[in-house]
C-alpha cells in the first residue's frame, strides 16, 4: 500500500510540474500566435504572461517581449488609439525601447488594416515626439493620405488636413 500511494504521489507531483508551460514556452507560444495571425489571441494571452513575467521576476526583456507583441497585434487589428496610448505608456516604462520607428511601424500596420483616421493617431504621435525624424513619418503619411482619398475616408483627409499635413 505505500508503494502505491508514493507511486499516486509521484505520478501527481509529476503532472503538477508538466501542467503549466514554462513562462519561456509561454511567450513562444505568444511569438506563434501573433505569427499566425491570432492578433485577438496575443491580446486575451498578453495579460496574463505580463504578470508572470512580474511574478517570477523574469527581467524587463521578457516582459518588454509581451509588450511589444500586443503593441503590434493591436495595430494588426487597425486599433490606432489604443496603440498610441499604448507607445506613450511604454515609452515611459521602458525607457530607450519606444523609437520613431516603432510609432512608424504600428501606424503603418493600422494603415494596412485600413483604418485610416486612427493610422493618423499613431503618426501624428510620432510625428511630434520625434520631430526631428520627418522623415521617417512622411512617406507613410502621404501614402496613409493617397489609400484614405482613394477609399473616400473624408474622416482621415479632414484629420490629415487638420494637422497640417496636407
Do not use: H
Not at 499566425?36 to 513575467?53: H, N
Amino acid at each position: 500500500m505505500k508503494s502505491l500511494t508514493a507511486l499516486v504521489l509521484g505520478v501527481c507531483l509529476l503532472a503538477a510540474a508538466c501542467g503549466a508551460p514554462s513562462l519561456d514556452d509561454a511567450l513562444t507560444g505568444l511569438q506563434t500566435s501573433y505569427d499566425a495571425g491570432s492578433f485577438e489571441q496575443v491580446l486575451q494571452e498578453a495579460p496574463g504572461l505580463l504578470e508572470r513575467c512580474k511574478s517570477e521576476n523574469a527581467g524587463d526583456a521578457k516582459a518588454w517581449k509581451v509588450e511589444k507583441l500586443r503593441l503590434l497585434a493591436l495595430g494588426k487589428l487597425g486599433r490606432g488609439d489604443e496603440a498610441a496610448e499604448e507607445l506613450a505608456r511604454l515609452d515611459g516604462a521602458y525607457s530607450g525601447k519606444v523609437k520613431a520607428e516603432l510609432y512608424a511601424q504600428v501606424g503603418g500596420y493600422v494603415m494596412d488594416s485600413g483604418e485610416y483616421t486612427q493610422a493618423v493617431t499613431v503618426l501624428d504621435a510620432g510625428a511630434k515626439k520625434y520631430a526631428s525624424k520627418k522623415d521617417v513619418f512622411m512617406p507613410i503619411i502621404q501614402t496613409c493620405s493617397k489609400l484614405a482619398s482613394d477609399a473616400g475616408d473624408n474622416e482621415a483627409t479632414a484629420k490629415l488636413k487638420a494637422l497640417g499635413y496636407l
